[in-house]
Every structure is written in C-alpha cells, then in structure tokens.
C-alpha cells in the first residue's frame, strides 16, 4: 500500500507541483520500491489519455458568440445603467486610470477595494473595482436568495440588492435599497456589512430586517437574534450602537432630532437617544410571524395602528397598484390588522369593515375617497 | 504541456487589458479557449448540456457586459471557473428549490468520458480499473481530480475556485491515489517488494 506522503509526491508529480526535492525524494523511494515506480506509469499513461475537450466548431462558434454579445447588449440597456453612466463620463481609458490609482491607494492603506467602493458616496459615477451581482424584487413580488456564503436574503417589494463577486473572501459586504430580512452564516473572521443610505450594519451571525427605501423618512433594523453594530454612514469614529434582539434601531434621514416612537408598536419604551437615532424595544412573546417588522417574511401584511396615508404607501408596494386617498380625514384613520394572500380588492374590502371609505379600482390605479 | 498551457498567464493578461478596451476580437479568444471547458465545469454539476452552456454563456454575458472592470480580475482563469460554479450552484439551487450551500459533499461529480468507441476497445482492462476507482471517489475529491487532470489548473487555483485551502486540495489528490493504487493493487503485486523486516 502507498503511503500517504508517497501519493503526495506522486500526484504532485503528475501535476506538475513537485519541487526539484520532492522529484529527488520520490526517485529514492522507486528505487527502492519499483512496484510503486510501476504504479505511477501506468496512472501517468492514463493521466496523459484525458479525452481532448472538443474545440469550439469554428461555425457553431461564431453564432454562438454573437449570441454572447447580443445577449449582453439586450441586457446592459435595461440593468447595467450604472456602467453606461461612467462610461459616458470618462471614457474608458480614464477609467483605466482611476482603477489603477483606486488600487494604489488601496495597498497604501491595506483596505480591499469592495471597502474602498462603499465608503465614498460617489461610487456611482466610478467604475467599480469587482463585478457585482444585483437582485431586484420588483413591485407586488419579494424574492428569496442565497448569498455565496451561505447567509439567506428575503427581499421585500420594490428592494434591491447588491453584492460583490468577491465576496467571499475577507469581508462580507451589501448594500441595499428597500427592506430585506437577512439571517447571517456565523463567521467572525469574516465580517457582514449592511450598507444603506444612511447606516451601515456590522453583522457576525444574526438574523435582523433592514428597511431603507428612498422615499421613506427613516431606516430602520430590527434585529430577531444574534447582535448587531450599527454605525452612521460617513463617520466611522462614531461610537457603535450594539443593538439585542427585539429590539428596533430607527434612524430619521432628514434632520437631527428625536424619532417618535413608531406608532406601529404601541406598547415600546425608547431605550436610547442620540439626536437622530432611537432604539425602541420590541413586545415580548410574540412570535416573529407577528411582528410588523417580520411578518412580510412569512407572507403576512401587518399593520398595528399606522395611519391609512402611512399604510397605503406600504400597500402600493406590496400590491403594485398606485393609490390615492383623496380626504383627509380618512388618510388619518388608524388600522390594524393583517393581510394575507389576499388581493388588493379583497384588502380593501376588509378594511372597509372597521371604516367607512369608498374605492374604485382603475386597472393598477386605486382611488380612495370618503363615503 | 496540455492544451490549457494554449493561454499563459501572461497573454491573459494582455487579453483582460484588450477586453477592457472593448476589443471584440479578444473576447472571442478568451471565449474559444474556455468555453469548452467551462461547460463541462458546468456540465459536471449540472448534468445538463443546455443547462450547462446557458451557465456559461451568462458568465460570458456578464464579463462582456462589465468589460472595463476586468482588469480589476487579479486571475481570470480562477474567476472564470468560480463565476461558472457559482451560477450553476444558483441553477441546482434553484432546481431543488433549496439552498445547495455545501454543493460538492451532495452533488454526484460527472467525469469526462467522451472517448470514441474505438478508443474504448484499446481501452485497457488497467484503465477501466482507474476510471472505476476515479468515478467512485467522493464528489469533492472527483472534482479536484477532475480539474487538476482534465483542465490542468494548479492546486492553488483549484483552491481558489472550490473555497478550499491548498493542503485540501493536496490531502484530497492523496485519496485519490491512494484509491486508484488500492484498485490496481492486483497488477503490480508481482513486482518484488522489500522485505519488510530489512532496515
């Protein structure tokens, strides 16, 4: 039987990743062992028979790389808007400059590229160092996926996701636009970061649910387990925010005053305050299907007192129908309740239940009034 | 050596530099050395020709279509063959409607074996002995073999690729020839061995 150490060197020596000692040290060995010299010929002679991968049929190929390009131009037009806009703006060779400097600067300071792309806020008209994927739940859909590591993504309406090629290696870093819910792989050596417009969140294995679409005042994480760091984008000296489990981190995107407690969550206290950041606790005992912040996870459309104005901007998302609230008095009408599965039309009648409003519905238009 | 030594390192790296130029020409290039290859990295986890040149075509897509940044690729053979394991480890993902996060301990790995009927008769009984032994080694391990056989990658870059350290991929070659020797052991008994007992 081989040893261990002599089958190393022998597939190093068919592999081409033996040294010159190690060619020494197997030779020695055959000498005194033939029967294993005999066993590398006949593995090499089967070693060298591999079949010839079939070459590209030259005019098979030629469509078939149009195709390629063809594909990528068809796609680059609606998704990759992004690179259009740097092209356009510098031309390629600049770019070629920019990434050459970017990579200088990045060995000077030892920080990786993905770090040096999210901590500048005009990465959008610089060409990014990695290539990157996008995920994209659209309108009325959410969407479930699996990052390279392991870690599991649900993304809400209208969100957006992006992750580097490269982010495997020494840090793991998103960024996201709309809300997810994320349940982390434990891998302290690798650290998770959450970027969004305004925080960023420092992950080591936890799950927690992030909203930050553009259009609404605040961003806000809510974690279900683990811990998590929370850090205002831009100032990295700024003290860390160590957020527990049930607990929610609200941070006001406009100006540096106190959030309201969310009306929401009824029963909170806030824990902390820092100008525009607010820590609210979660209920106790209650399951994650229940909370408003989770139960879009399980398919459930929560709502526990918000205003219907508030509500009906969560509605158009969840539904993708566009609606109008033309009184005021019946934007102001707190709800609560849930959906689930249901259609907009069936929403809308259930709500009719508790309050009196009138609705027309106008293909993905809906128009609500006062009876 | 073997026909991947068609493209160094070196002239890959003039190619990225002409790709980031949007030099069609190279791509082609680029694509004709490694498509093949590629769809039978594919192929031996999906197990499906279309499903396999589909993933492959995607990986190309998307290098063409964010050319400016493949000089930023510090080795285009290693992120070739990783974007292609990742899109079809989405593909099984996807298919299995669960997560594949561990692929290579549950995938049943797939050996080249496109040899021609005539080249299968002078096939001799030692060969089909170590086909035998290869095709029955753990998934993970296949795969190592497979690319350091058949694509003729370096441990380092197989490392890369698969997530693994470089002592994996070389405590995974060992199994392999240790199980191919096991197999073979009946035809090269007779070769005399040394007396134990001598010093």
Redesign the interface.
């Known amino acids: 039987?081989?040893n261990?150490r002599i089958?190393?060197l022998?597939?190093?020596h068919?592999?081409?990743?033996a040294t010159s000692d190690e060619l020494r040290e197997l030779a020695e060995h055959f000498q005194?062992?033939?029967?294993d010299q005999?066993?590398e010929e006949?593995?090499r002679?089967?070693?060298n028979?591999?079949?010839?991968?079939?070459?590209?049929q030259s005019i098979h190929?030629d469509e078939?790389?149009k195709?390629?390009?063809e594909?990528?131009d068809e796609?680059?037009q609606g998704k990759?808007r992004e690179?259009e806009i740097?092209?356009t703006l510098h031309g390629?060779k600049k770019?070629?400059a920019f990434?050459k400097r970017y990579?200088v600067a990045a060995a000077i300071a030892g920080i990786s590229?993905v770090a040096w792309k999210f901590a500048f806020p005009h990465h959008e008209v610089t060409?990014?160092?990695?290539?990157?994927n996008e995920v994209i739940a659209k309108k009325g859909a959410r969407s479930q996926l699996?990052l390279?590591d392991?870690s599991?993504v649900r993304l809400n309406s209208d969100s957006r996701l992006v992750y580097l090629?490269h982010f495997?290696d020494s840090l793991r870093e998103v960024e996201l636009e709309g809300e997810a819910y994320f349940d982390v792989v434990k891998d302290p050596k690798r650290p998770f970061i959450v970027h969004t417009s305004g925080i960023d969140i420092h992950v080591v294995g936890t799950a927690f649910n992030v909203k930050s679409y553009t259009e609404e005042p605040t961003i806000e994480t809510t974690l279900i387990h683990g811990t998590i760091e929370v850090v205002k984008k831009n100032q990295p000296d700024a003290p860390r925010l160590i957020l527990h489990p049930h607990e929610k981190y609200i941070f006001n995107k406009a100006e540096d005053r106190l959030v309201n407690n969310n009306v929401a969550i009824p029963e909170t206290d806030v824990i902390k305050t820092n100008t525009a950041i607010s820590i609210t606790a979660l209920p106790k005992n209650i399951p994650d299907t229940s909370i408003v912040e989770t139960s879009w996870i399980y398919n459930k459309f929560r709502f526990e007192g918000e205003r219907f104005g508030e509500l009906s901007i969560r509605m158009e998302r969840w539904f993708n129908v566009k609606i109008i609230i033309k009184n005021d008095k019946v934007a102001n009408y707190r709800l609560r309740g849930s959906f689930v599965n249901e259609t907009i039309e069936d929403a809308l009648k259930a709500l009719q239940l508790s309050v009196s409003f009138k609705y027309t519905i106008n293909g993905e238009e809906v128009e609500i009034d006062k009876e | 050596m073997s026909d991947t030594e068609i493209i160094n390192d070196h002239f890959l790296e003039g190619l990225k530099k002409r790709i980031a130029e949007s030099d069609q020409q190279a791509f082609r290039i680029l694509f004709d050395s490694y498509s093949s290859k590629l769809i039978e990295f594919a192929f031996s986890m999906v197990k499906l020709r279309d499903a396999a040149t589909e993933i492959v075509d995607e990986v190309f897509v998307r290098i063409w279509q964010q050319r400016q940044r493949i000089v930023s690729i510090q080795n285009l053979k290693v992120y070739l063959y990783t974007a292609t394991k990742n899109t079809a480890l989405n593909y099984i993902s996807k298919k299995a409607k669960e997560q594949v996060t561990e692929p290579f301990d549950f995938i049943n790995i797939q050996i080249r074996d496109n040899e021609s009927p005539e080249q299968q008769m002078i096939t001799s009984e030692i060969f089909k002995k170590i086909k035998i032994a290869v095709n029955e080694l753990p998934p993970r391990c296949k795969m190592i073999f497979k690319l350091i056989r058949e694509d003729g990658l370096k441990y380092k870059e197989v490392a890369e690729i698969l997530n693994v350290s470089v002592n994996t991929v070389d405590a995974q070659m060992v199994i392999a020839v240790k199980r191919i020797s096991e197999k073979l052991k009946s035809d090269f008994e007779w070769v005399p061995r040394p007396s134990s007992k001598k010093i």
Do not use: C
């Open positions: 039987m081989l261990d089958a190393a022998i597939a190093r068919l592999s081409g990743e005194v062992f033939p029967a005999y066993f006949l593995l002679s089967y070693w028979s591999k079949p010839d991968i079939p070459a590209q190929s078939h790389f195709h390629i390009l594909l990528a796609e680059t990759v690179i740097s092209q390629s770019i070629r990434i990579s590229f060409p990014k160092q990695e290539l990157q699996l390279p392991g599991q090629n495997n």
